[in-house]
């Protein structure tokens, strides 16, 4: 017996020893994951950028999945082909080719690993629905690389805040003691390597926490007891389980590729992964600007009433709104009292019957503020009763967790503003996980260190520096809240926080560019309406940017010094260009035309912007395919330009 045990013992090691890795290639074949065991490794050509990474899941029962489970098939698909159709996204439609595996486990589960051109992405397929304890998400690189990490804000909850903070440039081994929130880059050498997640449903999103030369994910634990604070009569957690999550659902761990800096904003993994379109029809749904008092404080001059949240400041907004084209007027908080948290009972001083009436005579139409937990109470209630009185649909913030149960909120709610054909702005919130194309009625999140910031920003804060850092990380993951716009525009020196006369950090060409670099179906103009017309030739160039794109080029750029964008829309394309406090010199190349002869019209920081802020200067040139543009950005610059074809 003992001679037979051996003999077993020896033949499990030599089998053991013998399996053949996992290996999948990406379409191009330029990047190739090996899973190994339990470990995975990932290259790019022959550079080593991750190496013996694990992934792994704990259940609440003590079971671990594990990579290097017995096996009971696998399935390994070449050259799959999905056309995705994109309302509302950077790119109307997009090829998404990938080859996939499919592993099946003898325990019931399955894994299916993903390798596209733009990176891989991986997910667990549960057998049931079962309690998590844990997962194991451990991303090892092989040396101290440089990273750019978002930090969370709140030591004593680092969960449970707004998902909003400056990226901080170091090396891994540096890390702080403070998780960060996804999504995050390493330089990997020859490539950058940035984690991401889609298709985020039934579970927590993932933090990370630099540990020597490696990422390691962590989880906000599930809720088990909410409680309320007085004002806004937000809710919070209280007390929290000792496991994640409860799910039959797992979201895609991603991990993107780039080898230049500028494919980083055209990443389209996190939207290809989630899942598809579930409110069919999108028509009714409307991107556009909107008029936006909270950023200036109902700051209003000249004007022959008291501003504030009443009548006569509402519609001094929406007839603003009107003039100049913006489809939209926000009422921020105030509009009823928060501390009460009755969505249904508008403050005395409005009568919002009337307001909408108002506005949809001047083809305005209103969004209304609110808290997330509040909405969800009474949300069905709620969107009824506005989608009757004519609202076009609600700004919902301070959700400020990423736990199980807040994502399976911010479905409920989508689904059910859908339902009354309501659009939705998420502030306060975690970063987009692709759920804008499972709801495309969600036109905007937040999750972005933006313009609000600069109110009560502390000295160290460097807008400029963060306005060509997150263009390249944040947007990969979807749409983003920046609320550009700002019409007092201060040099370096020259800038202080004042919260009720509020000024940019940069010049003016630098707010104008902002509207074509982010991606925003729906984008405030942050300042006071009586600021605008005092400078209309500004209002022209903004208010007569398209809502929404055909298509997307970055034309030049490297993370955190500057970057240029292109976008078309139908016959015409825009470009925008951005740089930190370091002036700069652009040659703009504008093959990317494609032929023929062009008007450019250009708005760019003028001889003095670098002294004062506020100046620049407008001007039209013809151009055709084959041209150079010269532009100088001054310290905490930008540059836009409408190129249209020459008839």
Known sequence: MRKLITLMCCLLATALAGAKPFVLNSPDGHLTVTIDGDRYTLRC??????????????????????????????????????TIEAPFYRESSFRFVYNSLRIDYRNGWSMEWRATDEGIAYRFFAPGKVRVQNETVDIRFPGDRRCWLPYSTAPKTPYAMAFQN?????????????????????????????????????????????????????????????????????????????WIAETDRFPWRILAVTTDDTQMPTNHLVYALAEPNRIGDTSWIRPGYSAWEWWNDWQLTGVPFEAGINMDTYRYYIDFASRNGLEYVILDEGWYEPAGGDMLTPIDALDLPELVRYAAERNVRLILWGVFNVMDDRCEEICRHYAEMGIAGFKIDFLDRDDQTAMEMIRRIAETAAKYHLVLDYHGI????????????????????????VRWAEPHVDMPLYN?????????????????????????????????????????????????????????????PTLYEKDP??????STFPRIYDTEKVLQGRLGEYIVIARKAGDSWYVGGLTSWT????????DFLGGGQWTATLFTDGPNAGRNASDYTIGCQEVGADSHIGIRLASGGGFAIKFTPKQ
């Open 166 to 242: 400056y990226y901080t440039d170091q090396k891994l081994s540096d890390g702080s003691r403070l998780p960060a929130f996804l999504p995050v880059t390493v330089d990997g050498g020859s490539a950058k390597v940035t984690l991401l997640e889609s298709d985020l449903q039934a579970y927590p999103g993932m933090f990370v926490r630099a540990d020597g030369t490696s990422l390691k994910g962590e989880f906000a634990a599930y809720p088990s007891r909410m409680a309320r604070y007085r004002w806004r009569a937000m809710t919070y957690v209280a007390e929290r389980e000792d």
């Open 468 to 528: 060509v850092t997150f263009p390249f990380i944040r947007q990969m993951s979807g749409y983003t809240d920046y609320t550009p716009g700002a019409m007092r525009n201060a040099a370096r020196q020259d800038f202080k926080a004042v919260y009720r006369h509020s000024m940019s950090m940069g010049t003016r060409a630098h707010q104008v560019a902002l509207y074509v670099v982010i991606d925003s179906p729906l984008t405030m103009l942050c300042d006071s």
């Open 583 to 590: 002036p700069r010199e652009i040659d703009l190349a504008t």
């Open 430 to 453: 975690s970063k987009p996980t692709g759920i804008n194309r499972t709801y495309p009625n969600i036109l905007n999140f937040e999750s972005v260190f933006g313009q609000e910031e």
């Open 45 to 82: 050509a022959d550079e080593i950028l991750v190496e013996d990474a694990v992934a792994a899941l704990t259940l609440a029962d003590g079971t671990t999945i594990r990579l290097g489970d017995k096996v009971r098939r696998s399935k390994a698909v070449k050259g799959i082909v999905e």
């Open 537 to 542: 030739a500004t209002l022209e160039f903004i």
